[in-house]
């Protein structure tokens, strides 16, 4: 399985943007799917996770109100919404597929890592 993720860019606090990361094939409609982040100098963290039916939604608590994952199963696709973003939201965002199918904020379940797309927020 490869993920591939785009919709990074720069702009400026409050404002919004929308990633995404397609899937090469479809098996990963069975699994889990999640995004990380990693900003220079710090460990990636867990931002959003979602179950492979999007029945169950996890948010890393830094995001919960601003950010909104979604996945189309049709299209192989995740989606991360991002609102009202923070200068400290800058980071490199990777898309993660896990052969299990329920959602989890841990990394190590995590089988499969797109490249990541950047995001800068200025102030």
């Known amino acids: 399985v490869q993920l591939q993720a785009s919709g990074g860019g720069m702009l400026q606090a409050g404002g919004s943007l929308r990633l995404s990361c397609a899937a090469s094939r479809r098996t990963t409609s069975n699994n889990a799917m999640a995004w990380f982040r990693q900003a220079p100098g710090q460990e990636r963290e867990f931002v959003a996770a979602?179950?492979?039916?999007?029945?169950?939604?996890a948010y890393a608590d830094s995001v919960k109100g601003r950010f909104t994952i979604s996945r189309d199963n049709a299209k192989s696709t995740v989606s991360l919404q991002l609102s009202s973003l923070k200068p400290e939201d800058t980071a490199l965002y990777y898309c993660?597929?896990?052969?299990?199918?329920?959602?989890?904020?841990?990394?190590?379940?995590?089988?499969?890592w797109g490249q990541g797309t950047q995001v800068t927020v200025s102030s």
């Open positions: 979602i179950s492979w039916n999007g029945g169950r939604i």
């Open positions: 993660a597929a896990a052969h299990r199918s329920y959602a989890s904020a841990d990394s190590s379940q995590y089988a499969y």
